[in-house]
Structure formats: structure tokens, C-alpha cells
């Protein structure tokens, strides 16, 4: 089977601007998380979502949204960009509610 | 809320010997699932092995296994016979197993950077 993907892998933006990321999940996988991690925070968690509906959010502001289409596959949107928003964005898909297994990551750089 | 702590910033083995990196965590629950996760240079987060907190039997994967402690809360991972390519930032991580519930998040560590020495 073919593992997590995240597009794109690298990603410059400006301050203001917003930014939309992608993850396919694993094929059979239903549910889907993010997170952020950065030097300072470490990994946060963001959001999941299972059968497109969203299950559980962290303690992000309104500015990062995300959903997930009937293929499972999720987008994470974040808006007015941040210079503290430049981190890695990982994605993670499971099976029901079994074992995370995690995309390569978006680096996020907002200069 | 649960915690998850990695005492250890930094580690570092010779190739061929044995390693224990340390997690405790705090947990008022008595169902969840605890990970060992490695983050090498590439940044891909691959899973190491897995333990169910029901299970009194430690988690084996190869040359990786954990010392499960659940009234001390602790949660450690030995490698044995260590390899260049274990060199990667290692991060402990706790889940809920809040059947119906929607806790499934992962609530990680900050992570143990291991370096192995030839």
C-alpha cells in the first residue's frame, strides 16, 4: 500500500497570505490528523477528522481550518499568515481508531 | 489533561550496544495506547512499536522493545545492538482509548535526539 502523502513538500508564503495544504491518507484509512510542529511548541495537535466530519480540534486559533472529502483525502487551510506559522505541518492517517501513521510533512516557511 | 515527558534532550550509543531512552507521562485514564515514534534527518515520523496499557506483556519489534511500568507511569524503549541508522530524534507519545469517544489525538513528548557512534 502507499503511505501517507502530503502536498506540497515545501511551501514560502508572506505574511497576510493564506495557505492551503493537502494529505491523501493511506487507502482504506478513514481518519485523519494534524500537526504542527515547530522548534519552540514541539508537536501539536491541530485536528482530526473521520468520515468528514471533524472529531476533535487542539487549541489553534480560527485561522487554521481544515476538512476532509468523501475520499478521505484532508485539506488544512491557514489563513492571514503568521511569521510564527513557519513549521512542519504533518498529516497522519489510522484505520478506525488504530495506530497513526504520519505523511512526510509540509514545511512552512512564511517570511 | 494528559502529559507526556522525555527527560533525556540528548542520548548517544555506540554502534552495536544497547540504549534506554525514558518517558513518563500522566494520565488519569486506564485504557490508552502508548508509542515510540523516530523522526530521522528526513523529518518522516515512523512508528517504532506500540503498547496497549490493557496488556501486561512488553511490546517487542526486532531489536526494539519497551519496559511497560503502568502504576509508575512509565514507559521506556531499549534498542538493542544499535545501528547508524537508529540516529534519529525519538519521540514518545500517548493516546486515549476513549472508546466512543473523539479524544484520539496524540499528545507527544518533546523527544530524545539518540546519536550513534561507530
Known amino acids: 500500500k502507499a503511505g501517507v502523502t502530503q502536498t506540497p513538500r515545501y511551501l514560502i508564503k508572506t505574511r497576510g497570505q493564506q495557505v492551503t495544504l493537502s494529505c491523501s491518507p493511506i487507502?482504506?484509512?478513514?481518519?485523519v490528523s494534524w500537526y504542527q510542529q515547530t522548534p519552540g511548541q514541539g508537536l501539536q495537535f491541530l485536528f482530526e477528522?473521520?468520515?468528514?466530519?471533524?472529531?476533535n480540534k487542539g487549541n489553534f486559533p480560527g485561522r487554521f481550518s481544515g476538512r476532509q472529502f468523501s475520499n478521505s483525502r484532508s485539506e488544512m487551510n491557514v489563513s492571514t499568515l503568521e511569521l510564527g506559522d513557519s513549521a512542519l505541518y504533518l498529516c497522519?492517517?489510522?484505520?478506525?481508531?488504530?495506530?497513526?501513521?504520519f505523511g512526510p510533512g509540509t514545511r512552512l516557511l512564511v517570511l | 489533561a494528559q502529559t507526556v515527558t522525555q527527560s533525556q534532550p540528548e542520548m548517544s550509543v555506540q554502534e552495536a550496544e544497547t540504549v534506554t531512552l525514558s518517558c513518563t507521562y500522566d494520565?488519569?485514564?486506564?485504557?490508552?495506547?502508548l508509542f515510540w515514534y523516530k523522526q530521522p534527518p528526513s523529518r518522516q515520523m515512523i512508528l517504532v512499536i506500540r503498547?496497549?496499557?490493557?496488556?501486561?506483556q512488553n511490546a517487542t519489534e526486532n531489536r526494539f522493545s519497551v519496559n511497560f511500568q503502568k502504576a509508575a507511569k512509565s514507559f521506556s524503549l531499549k534498542i538493542s545492538d544499535s545501528q547508524l541508522g537508529d540516529a534519529a530524534m525519538y519521540f514518545c507519545?500517548?493516546?486515549?482509548?476513549?472508546?466512543?469517544?473523539?479524544?484520539?489525538?496524540?499528545?507527544f513528548g518533546k523527544g530524545t535526539l539518540l546519536t550513534v557512534n561507530p
Open positions: 497522519a492517517s489510522s484505520f478506525m481508531m488504530e495506530t497513526q501513521y
Open positions: 487507502s482504506g484509512h478513514r481518519s
Open positions: 477528522y473521520f468520515s468528514e466530519t471533524q472529531r
Open positions: 494520565t488519569s485514564e486506564s485504557d490508552y495506547y
Open positions: 503498547q496497549e496499557a490493557y496488556k501486561q
Open positions: 507519545a500517548y493516546r486515549s482509548e476513549n472508546s466512543g469517544g473523539s479524544n484520539y489525538k496524540l499528545t
